[in-house]
């Protein structure tokens, strides 16, 4: 009856039997304490809860120190989503037994569903500390669900795979750990997990999704799709299948199949973010600027906040030497999201074109604490310099960029070639030279390459 434990399996007539027993045990002896419990369960097992809490408060009273009583009239009340009570029933348990592991597991369970989570994971931890072994790791289940609700998605993995341990052939688990895996990045646990749920009967919409998204990650298109499919075969009111499902024909350029499916995406919801923007990107693929930056506009009004659109809008105004609209939209998502040293590097290169190297050096150095691998910061950081003249720094920024990315200017070819100029770059190619400065020199080659072929091209395109 109670939860992770296995049914009774008695029939009707087993629990009527039993009801019509305890009742002429109770007209026998009303303080029969047994009887009073034993009608409880069976009400319980039967779904009577009114019937069960009746029977099981009177249980309380005759014995007040049983905590099995309390235990069950909680669960009833819960059952008859009698919250508060639940939970002062259960807290009373723990103070007969604060050792009782379902009253624990029970807190956790009603915490959560109050979205209390910090008390649901001291309930659940506490369950797991008292029973770590279970025959039915339940309290390890929503232990991960709410760490993972909480954002400590390592937490929520390692709590599971310690279930998975326990109960290796649980499906649920599986599915729950394929999502944490995938919102780790973590495609090829996240593809296993996923073919282990569905391998272990959990067919279900969401491990289908899962699975989707990661194949389309690996470049797995067709199966991707297929998974895609049949989540929305399980889920037809779920519009994020219908988006992703989009971006999988885009990414097989079958734009058709593609705009299709976000339309669908907004016929369930009108206000669906990124269905909205995707149709933007198709519109802005096929050269149709202005109608992608309406799509875009579009998602920002129903969400200022959409740091894809923010992004988008405040490139194309960049592209169109809009600076100051460009920052408007730029600056919001920094707001939004400081600790995305992209949005930082497309700030500080507007800076840069603006004449304000304050703050494109301030943009500069934001970046590079945020982000210690790659070049880009770097790159930023060195022409910050060599706009101000210090070519020592600028040659020791590139060089370090150098070391750290081979083909570091590959990656930022409109930068270079909006952002450095010849003359300053000249001028910077003769003092490595004069310092012999080996590293350097083989930055600034690097750069002077990407202007040169550059150049080439738009003399190209000129004839």
Request: net charge negative; glycine share 6%.
């Amino acid at each position: 009856m109670t939860e992770g434990q296995p049914p009774t399996h008695m029939s009707r007539e087993q629990l009527d039997e039993i009801v019509a027993k305890c009742k002429r045990d109770v007209e026998k002896n009303p303080r029969n304490f047994a009887a009073h419990h034993d009608l409880g369960v069976a009400y319980m097992e039967m779904r009577e809860f009114d019937e069960a809490i009746k029977y099981l408060e009177a249980a309380t009273q005759l014995d007040p120190r049983n905590p099995s009583a309390w235990y069950l009239l909680g669960i009833a009340r819960a059952e008859k989503m009698q919250l508060d009570e639940a939970i002062d029933t259960w807290k009373h348990v723990l103070k007969l037994n604060p050792r009782h592991a379902g009253s624990h597991h029970f807190l956790g369970k009603i915490y959560a569903l109050k979205g209390m989570l910090d008390a649901a994971g001291f309930h659940f931890r506490k369950a797991i500390e008292i029973q770590p072994e279970p025959r039915y790791p339940l309290a390890h289940v929503y232990l991960g669900e709410v760490y993972l609700a909480k954002g400590e998605r390592d937490k929520a993995i390692e709590i599971w795979q310690e279930a998975l341990r326990l109960q290796p052939d649980n499906s649920r688990l599986r599915a729950n750990l394929a999502g944490a895996y995938l919102d780790n990045r973590d495609i090829g646990k996240a593809i296993e997990e996923s073919q282990k749920a569905l391998e272990l009967g959990e067919d279900t919409a969401t491990v289908h999704y899962n699975l989707g998204l990661a194949l389309g990650a690996v470049g797995h298109l067709d199966e991707s799709i297929d998974h895609l499919k049949r989540s929305i075969e399980l889920d037809p009111a779920d519009p994020r299948a219908y988006v992703n499902l989009g971006e999988m024909h885009a990414m097989r350029k079958d734009m058709d199949e593609a705009i299709k499916s976000w339309e669908k995406a907004l016929e369930i919801n009108p206000q669906q973010l990124d269905a909205i923007f995707d149709i933007g990107v198709s519109k802005a693929q096929q050269g149709d600027i202005d109608g992608a930056m309406k799509q875009w506009q579009a998602a920002l009004e129903i969400d200022p906040n959409y740091m894809r659109a923010l992004i988008n809008v405040g490139a194309v105004k960049a592209m169109n030497s809009d600076f100051d609209g460009a920052l408007t939209y730029w600056g919001k998502a920094a707001e939004i999201d400081p600790n995305n040293p992209d949005i930082h590097l497309q700030l500080g290169g507007l800076h840069l074109k603006r004449g304000d190297l304050d703050q494109a050096q301030d943009a500069a150095d934001k970046a590079l604490a945020l982000d210690r691998q790659t070049a880009r910061p770097l790159l930023l950081q060195g022409t910050v310099a060599l706009r101000r003249g210090d070519y020592e720094a600028a040659a020791a920024a590139w060089a370090e960029a150098n070391a750290r990315d081979a083909n570091f200017a590959l990656t930022d070819v409109v930068f270079i070639r909006t952002a450095i100029g010849p003359d300053e770059l000249a001028k910077l190619s003769d003092h490595v030279r004069r310092s012999r400065n080996k590293a350097a020199q083989e930055a600034v080659t690097a750069v002077q390459s990407i202007q040169k072929l550059s150049a080439e091209q738009a003399e190209k395109a000129r004839h």
